[in-house]
């Protein structure tokens, strides 16, 4: 089973501009020291942003951890692909733009061309979306949670990247400006399903069930995805 971020449809790469530049904004090196520990990006460039985003999320992930009496598995492999050859999972090639978690190899892997192409429309905010979305789903691997459909274990990831953020914000690692959050919800639209046929293998959820369990999770914490 590989846990896919985005559905068949892709974002139209000719529409209108839903740019907000600079709606993440890391926050100063003196003050975020003491909290980011080993989080040394400065999320100031797509790499940087990338990696930034990943290093936060696993950060809060281990305390999260911690906190539960458990302990976190960092992922193997954080791997940047274009279009198919990406590494495979259970067998199968990756597919172009896309993101995805592979159990097997217990690694993420994304379409680097994919991201750069949203965040050079969206903003450095999908980072906050995409990437927190993929660790959720690391971690209901290694919490063992069985799901009956697709549909209720992406619309949990989808919580847990909105708590995700919420922390790291909660944390003095990022600041949002006004709106930023709205934007980032707002953007939903490239990536959920068009239809309302939730039963499917494979279905993420329609564009604003995705964003309302998003919200959810920012608003209430980790505690009310579960
Ligand atoms: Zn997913």
């Known amino acids: 089973m590989t846990a896919l971020l985005y559905g068949s449809h892709s974002p139209d790469s000719s529409g209108t501009d839903h740019s907000?530049?600079?709606?993440?904004?890391?926050?100063?090196?003196?003050?975020?020291?003491t909290v980011t520990r080993?989080?040394?990006?400065?999320?100031?460039?797509?790499?940087?942003?990338?990696?930034?985003?990943?290093?936060?999320?696993?950060?809060?992930?281990?305390?999260?951890?911690n906190a539960w009496g458990l302990r976190y598995q960092r992922i193997r492999s954080f791997k940047a692909y274009v279009g198919t050859r990406?590494?495979?999972?259970?067998?199968?090639?990756?597919?172009?733009?896309?993101?995805?978690y592979c159990p097997e190899s217990h690694i993420i892997a994304y379409d680097q061309?994919?991201?750069?192409?949203?965040?050079?429309?969206?903003?450095?905010?999908?980072?906050?979306?995409?990437?927190?979305?993929e660790f959720a789903h690391s971690v209901?691997?290694?919490?063992?949670l069985r799901y009956q459909y697709t549909v209720q274990q992406e619309l949990q990831a989808d919580c847990m990247a909105g708590a995700t953020l919420a922390a790291v914000v909660r944390a003095g690692q990022v600041q949002l400006e006004p709106g930023d959050?709205?934007?980032i919800i707002a953007n939903f639209e490239e990536i959920g399903d068009p239809d309302d046929a939730w039963w499917?293998?494979?279905?993420?959820?329609?564009?604003?069930?995705?964003?309302?369990?998003?919200?959810?999770?920012?608003q209430r914490g980790m505690n009310a995805c579960f």
């Open 113 to 133: 061309n994919y991201m750069r192409r949203m965040y050079k429309k969206i903003g450095d905010g999908v980072m906050y979306m995409v990437i927190p979305h």
């Open 181 to 183: 959050l709205q934007e």
């Open 140 to 144: 209901q691997a290694q919490l063992g």
């Open 38 to 65: 080993w989080c040394y990006d400065r999320g100031d460039t797509f790499t940087s942003d990338i990696r930034l985003a990943r290093c936060l999320t696993e950060q809060f992930w281990t305390r999260q951890f």
């Open 86 to 100: 990406g590494p495979r999972c259970y067998g199968e090639a990756s597919s172009p733009d896309n993101a995805f």
């Open 20 to 33: 907000i530049d600079s709606s993440i904004t890391l926050v100063s090196s003196e003050s975020a020291t």
């Open 200 to 218: 499917e293998p494979g279905k993420h959820g329609r564009p604003d069930v995705r964003a309302s369990h998003y919200a959810k999770g920012y």
